[in-house]
């Protein structure tokens, strides 16, 4: 006869019916504890993205435009760190993170630094997030951290030397329709309101009577919109700095003049600019019309213009805009064409031009299209334009692949600083143009 405990010991060995409550009890603890580490995980992920974010809008932010660290970057000389940018990136960070809980932050670092034209912030970051059911196994916080770096190009310091063409030639109508009524209105057909001081019927009152508008007002309407061009562009104070030139005031005092020194006073220049006007004669062929002298005007200039730096507020790049209608009238033994006399009538020489660019300067040019004019005189002999300027000036309105004025104009300027205006475009946005293309290509070279 079986022991009574052995015989209950072996039904209970026999008995599975309990086994599957006992297995899931026994599997249930890891099944738990891995979604608690989800959670604790997932919570402490959701704080990181939210510091990261703030990270990144602290090393951004510390290099935009408006922050301190640009501001002070501007007046720096040399290259390294920007106190007040770590401080403004810092702040920035913390003021992203306010009202976040659920952390303890071990440290948040941030730099900004200056290298050539490159503003870089660097914000970093570490903290720890309390965990809930990772407790249980030992693992009471998890670590997080992370990096942000943003860069920013700073603008650099230009001097823009402008050389304004004021000769009797700019005195022509500024499109078809003015030289048309100019040449109606005149006994001897002339397109050009002269500014004859001896003449009190002179044509320069006429165009006004007339309301003609010629090239010399377009170019004084265009020089003062400019200023206030670069005004509204520049980033730092003193980040633009202007000077204007013309031809002289006189055909008997033809020669560089300057209307305003080079100076960041970009207001005062703007009403320098509104004294631009046409050069005055005595009569006609006074100084035998040679008012148009590049072969003296270019290399005076040229003298004027400091040695080209880098961009730096202490050593700004160096550009020249030339605004002409391409055609020198001068004394010249070396002329391009053949002399009328002394007098020499020729496209300009690029040559004068590359004398400056050699140096670092740059040359923008705005060629104001040398428009055809009558090639007939009253009498019906050719006229001085059909004998002398029509031969290299080949086109309606000269901007053909004859046009030896506008090709010599173009070899002037530095590669992709050559602008033309013909009859239907405005001065105004050539020289806008002109300018912007200037600051958007200007890098610090050191």
Same mark, same amino acid.
């Given at each position: 006869m079986a022991h009574p405990f052995s015989e209950l010991s072996g039904r209970f060995r026999r008995d599975s019916r309990g086994n599957i409550a006992i297995i899931f009890a026994l599997a249930l603890l890891p099944v738990l504890l891995a979604i608690g580490c989800a959670v604790d995980y997932g919570r402490a992920a959701q704080i990181r993205s939210k510091m990261q974010s %703030?990270? &990144? @809008? %602290?090393?951004?932010?510390?290099?935009?435009?408006?922050?301190?660290?640009? !501001? =002070?970057?501007?007046? #720096?000389? /040399?290259?390294?760190?920007?106190? !007040?940018?770590? /401080?403004?990136?810092?702040?920035?960070?913390? *003021?992203? #993170? %306010? *009202?976040?809980?659920?952390? /303890?932050?071990?440290?948040?670092?941030?730099?900004?630094? $200056?290298?050539g034209a490159i503003l870089t912030s660097t914000v970093t970051f570490s903290a720890q997030v309390a965990t809930t059911f990772m407790n249980i196994i030992?693992?009471?916080?998890?670590?997080?951290?992370?990096?942000?770096?943003?860069?920013?190009?700073m603008p650099v310091y230009i001097d823009f030397y402008l050389l304004l &063409?004021?000769?009797?030639? #700019?005195?022509?109508? %500024? /499109?078809?329709?003015? !030289?048309?009524? #100019? !040449? $109606?209105?005149?006994p001897d057909k002339c397109a050009f309101a002269c500014h004859d001081v001896k003449d009190e019927n002179n044509y320069y009152k006429l165009a006004k009577k007339l309301k003609v508008t010629t090239r010399i007002d377009v170019l004084r309407d265009a020089t003062e919109k400019l200023m206030v061009t670069a005004a509204d562009t520049a980033v730092y104070p003193n980040q633009f700095r202007m000077a204007?030139? &013309?031809?002289?005031?006189?055909?008997?005092? @033809?020669s560089l003049r300057s209307l305003f020194s080079l100076s960041s006073s970009l207001s005062s220049a703007k009403t320098a600019a509104g004294d631009i006007d046409l050069m005055k004669v005595s009569n006609q062929n006074d100084n035998n019309d040679q008012d148009t002298s590049y072969s003296t005007l270019l290399p005076a200039i040229d003298k004027l213009i400091a040695a080209p730096g880098p961009g730096t507020s202490d050593s700004p790049q160096k550009y020249l805009l030339f605004v002409s209608d391409g055609v020198a009238d001068e004394y010249n033994p070396s002329c391009l064409k053949k002399r009328n006399g002394n007098r020499c009538q020729s496209p300009i020489n690029p040559a004068l031009c590359k004398a400056i660019t050699d140096r670092g300067v740059k040359v923008a040019v705005l060629y104001t299209t040398y428009? @055809?004019?009558?090639?007939?005189?009253? &009498? *019906?002999?050719?006229?001085?334009? =059909?004998t002398w300027i029509d031969p290299f000036n080949k086109g309606p309105y000269g901007p053909s692949p004859?046009?030896?004025?506008?090709?010599?104009?173009?070899?002037?300027?530095?590669?992709g600083f050559y602008f033309e205006v013909s009859p239907t475009d405005g001065i105004a946005d050539a020289m806008n143009a002109i300018f912007k293309k200037a600051v958007a290509d200007a890098r610090i070279t050191s």
């Amino acid at each position: 006869m079986a022991h009574p405990f052995s015989e209950l010991s072996g039904r209970f060995r026999r008995d599975s019916r309990g086994n599957i409550a006992i297995i899931f009890a026994l599997a249930l603890l890891p099944v738990l504890l891995a979604i608690g580490c989800a959670v604790d995980y997932g919570r402490a992920a959701q704080i990181r993205s939210k510091m990261q974010s %703030a990270a &990144d @809008a %602290a090393s951004v932010g510390s290099v935009s435009k408006a922050s301190p660290a640009f !501001v =002070a970057a501007g007046a #720096m000389t /040399t290259d390294g760190p920007i106190a !007040v940018g770590g /401080t403004d990136a810092t702040n920035i960070f913390n *003021g992203n #993170m %306010a *009202g976040q809980s659920g952390y /303890t932050l071990n440290a948040v670092n941030a730099t900004v630094s $200056k290298s050539g034209a490159i503003l870089t912030s660097t914000v970093t970051f570490s903290a720890q997030v309390a965990t809930t059911f990772m407790n249980i196994i030992g693992h009471r916080t998890l670590a997080i951290g992370g990096t942000s770096v943003s860069t920013s190009s700073m603008p650099v310091y230009i001097d823009f030397y402008l050389l304004l &063409d004021n000769s009797p030639s #700019m005195g022509v109508g %500024a /499109t078809p329709a003015d !030289v048309d009524l #100019m !040449v $109606k209105n005149t006994p001897d057909k002339c397109a050009f309101a002269c500014h004859d001081v001896k003449d009190e019927n002179n044509y320069y009152k006429l165009a006004k009577k007339l309301k003609v508008t010629t090239r010399i007002d377009v170019l004084r309407d265009a020089t003062e919109k400019l200023m206030v061009t670069a005004a509204d562009t520049a980033v730092y104070p003193n980040q633009f700095r202007m000077a204007i030139y &013309d031809f002289g005031a006189s055909a008997q005092t @033809a020669s560089l003049r300057s209307l305003f020194s080079l100076s960041s006073s970009l207001s005062s220049a703007k009403t320098a600019a509104g004294d631009i006007d046409l050069m005055k004669v005595s009569n006609q062929n006074d100084n035998n019309d040679q008012d148009t002298s590049y072969s003296t005007l270019l290399p005076a200039i040229d003298k004027l213009i400091a040695a080209p730096g880098p961009g730096t507020s202490d050593s700004p790049q160096k550009y020249l805009l030339f605004v002409s209608d391409g055609v020198a009238d001068e004394y010249n033994p070396s002329c391009l064409k053949k002399r009328n006399g002394n007098r020499c009538q020729s496209p300009i020489n690029p040559a004068l031009c590359k004398a400056i660019t050699d140096r670092g300067v740059k040359v923008a040019v705005l060629y104001t299209t040398y428009l @055809a004019l009558p090639l007939k005189q009253v &009498d *019906g002999t050719p006229s001085w334009y =059909a004998t002398w300027i029509d031969p290299f000036n080949k086109g309606p309105y000269g901007p053909s692949p004859n046009s030896e004025i506008a090709n010599n104009m173009k070899a002037c300027a530095s590669p992709g600083f050559y602008f033309e205006v013909s009859p239907t475009d405005g001065i105004a946005d050539a020289m806008n143009a002109i300018f912007k293309k200037a600051v958007a290509d200007a890098r610090i070279t050191s």
